[in-house]
């Protein structure tokens, strides 16, 4: 009820998330919200395509009625729904304070900062956050949506450590984790992605050899198809899902350590101050997305950040993907979400989904069209 038009309810950095499965601390948790009906028996078909839109979803709520929760055993249900109990009632909770449940910090809501007045007390108005600011007079985004490659990293990082690190060390990855689940749902993504591509003649593209046949052969054939997505840089999710698992690795390791330009760190920490939740949406994986900005050179800046987005919202050329993440950040309206981008074809997109857009200049970027009729900005400072 407090947000009638929210299609999700996002919570993240709350102790209880770990009871939910497959989630941590620092991960965002995602429930599906649903439209009530008349009769229970009329749920069906809604709760079944938001459990298939949600593989990692262990509930859905639904408005003005309940959730529904399910697990491995009544137990782990059980357990799972407390948990969840548990997080609805302290976002309430946060909510009554004037505090943003979302974000990581948990900070002051849009129209509401907990201030002290000249008295010294405690001032809650909505005015404390408004007076004197262009964020109170709405010209300063209520969201803002960035890119990685070439907006907040360099595009040499990705280019020359993360994509040769995942090409020099595919083979070894999936021969040291080739029976585990998460490896074999890897495998599973790619075989589906080759067979794909080997119907409409991809370049490089070979077949890969049945799951009975040996497992030298199965990583060899592996290994030469991801080479080769690699070198076309191709924006696909079973590639960037493994890259994701292989990077992992290098993170925990500390053979790798991510890259963000220096401008970037001091304007999240402006940004998240002044109540903007900030999101990224990259052609990597969420996991992915994580490692860098939790491992950056300037340290963890995911306390800035209030969720990631990657191609499994759709192609980041095309426009129903910023519809799509107009529709899960529950804003009012599509103008109030800033895109920050360097490729020419995602602004196209994401203007025509109806969002503010500004175009990055960084070191090492391709160039632009002439006349593209796009703001740029050369660093963060300039929003």
């Not at 993907?321 to 074809?345: A, R």
Request: hydrophobic share 35%; with cysteine.
């Amino acid at each position: 009820m407090i947000n009638p038009m929210s299609k999700e309810f996002r919570i993240t950095h709350m102790e209880m998330i770990k009871g939910i499965k497959g989630h941590g601390y620092y991960d965002e948790l995602v429930v599906p919200i649903i439209e009530n009906t008349a009769y229970e028996n009329e749920l069906t078909d809604s709760l079944a395509k938001a459990i298939d839109a949600y593989p990692k979803a262990t509930a859905v709520l639904v408005r003005n009625h309940g959730i529904y929760v399910w697990g491995d055993s009544w137990i782990n249900a059980k357990t799972q729904a407390e948990c969840y109990h548990y997080l609805f009632d302290a976002a309430i909770k946060l909510h009554q304070l004037g505090l943003d449940w979302s974000t990581p910090n948990h900070g002051p809501t849009r129209n509401f900062k907990l201030g002290l007045g000249s008295n010294g007390n405690v001032n809650t108005s909505a005015k404390a956050v408004t007076e004197g600011s262009d964020y109170g007079s709405g010209l300063f985004p209520r969201c803002i949506v960035l890119d990685i490659e070439g907006t907040t990293t360099p595009i040499s990082f990705v280019s020359e450590v993360l994509f040769p690190y995942a090409r020099d060390n595919v083979g070894k990855h999936l021969s040291v984790t080739y029976d585990t689940a998460e490896t074999q749902d890897d495998i599973k993504l790619l075989r589906s992605q080759v067979e794909d591509d080997l119907k409409q003649g991809v370049a490089g593209a070979v077949p890969i050899p049945p799951g009975d046949a040996g497992k030298e052969e199965v990583i060899a054939a592996l290994v030469a198809n991801v080479d080769a997505m690699i070198k076309a840089d191709r924006k696909i999710t079973a590639l960037k899902q493994l890259q994701g698992h292989i990077w992992r690795t290098g993170f925990e390791s500390n053979e790798l350590e991510g890259e963000v330009f220096d401008d970037v760190p001091e304007a999240l920490e402006k940004w998240h101050s002044l109540g903007t939740k900030v999101y990224i949406y990259s052609s990597g994986s969420r996991l992915a997305q994580r490692l860098i900005f939790g491992n950056s050179n300037y340290g963890d800046l995911r306390k800035y950040l209030s969720g990631f987005f990657d191609t499994a919202v759709g192609n980041k050329r095309e426009t129903p993907s910023y519809v799509e993440i107009t529709n899960s950040l529950g804003v009012d309206k599509p103008s109030e979400i800033l895109f920050v981008t360097d490729v020419y074809q995602e602004a196209t997109a994401a203007k025509a989904a109806g969002l503010e857009v500004v175009i990055s200049i960084r070191p090492g970027n391709g160039p632009l069209p002439e006349n593209h009729g796009f703001k740029t900005i050369n660093s963060f400072a300039e929003i």
